[in-house]
């Protein structure tokens, strides 16, 4: 079974910075692609960003380009997700997810338990 | 970008009683090499979400056969046969064809 677990998290100031981790242990990390999806508290699902295999590639929702930068160490079978300018509407929990991307799926097909990240003076 | 509309938002439903769920894209979901990215996820209180059904009818792994996925197009519908206490929760349609959107969510609690 994929395990996957964030760190990171934790209350921050307006226009501040945020760096979270995913752990992704016991899998063959560098064969898949990688997310990160957040949930606003009490609210729906928003996919954030995603990462191909060997981060040539990457990709966000339009509300964090700019601010937001997803990156992976293979090595270290890591993932992270480095957030500036955070606002308030950035108040969510973050989870990490693999998505299955090349085969015939592209879904999340595994999740971590997230990690929550506050934004408020 | 695509939007995903869930029908209803919640709904109450007696132990061993079907289920169903509705959702519609605004746009068609057929990508460009034929294939629907239709999925559907269920998330538990205080868990994170988990794959039921990807490509609109094909159930994931260790899902149970009483969840079921059919559709086309823009209108796809979750079927839950049996109803069980573990099946309570929010569930989600996703949509994977043009980047990733999904829709409000549907709460399913027991009457």
């Known amino acids: 079974e994929v395990q996957l677990v964030e760190s990171g998290g934790g209350l921050v100031q307006p226009g501040g910075s945020l760096r979270l981790s995913c752990a992704a242990p016991?899998?063959?990390?560098?064969?898949?692609?990688m997310s990160w999806v957040r949930q606003a508290p009490g609210k729906g699902l928003e996919w954030v960003a995603n990462i191909k295999k060997d981060g040539s590639e990457k990709y966000y929702v339009d509300s964090v380009k700019g601010r937001f930068t997803v990156s992976r160490d293979n090595a270290r079978n890591s993932m992270y997700l480095q957030m500036n300018s955070l606002r308030a509407e950035d108040t969510a929990v973050y989870y990490c997810?693999?998505?299955?991307?090349?085969?015939?799926?592209?879904?999340?097909?595994?999740w971590g338990q997230g990690t929550l990240v506050i934004v408020s003076s | 970008d695509i939007v995903m509309t869930q029908t209803p938002l919640s709904s109450a439903v007696t132990l061993g009683q079907p289920a169903s769920i509705s959702c519609r894209s605004s746009?068609?979901?057929?990508?460009?090499?034929?294939?629907?990215?239709l999925s559907w996820l269920h998330q538990r209180p205080g868990q994170p979400p988990r794959l039921l059904i990807y490509?609109?009818?094909h159930r994931f792994s260790g899902v149970p056969d009483r969840f079921s996925g059919s559709g086309a197009g823009t209108e796809f519908t979750l079927k839950i046969s049996r109803v069980e206490a573990e099946d309570v929760g929010v569930y989600y349609c996703?949509?994977?064809?043009?980047?990733?959107?999904f829709g409000q969510g549907t709460k399913v609690e027991v009457k």
């Open positions: 016991g899998f063959i990390f560098s064969s898949d692609w």
């Open positions: 996703m949509q994977g064809t043009q980047w990733w959107t």
């Open positions: 490509r609109v009818s």
């Open positions: 746009q068609s979901l057929v990508h460009s090499n034929g294939n629907t990215y």
């Open positions: 997810a693999r998505l299955d991307y090349d085969a015939p799926v592209r879904a999340f097909d595994s």
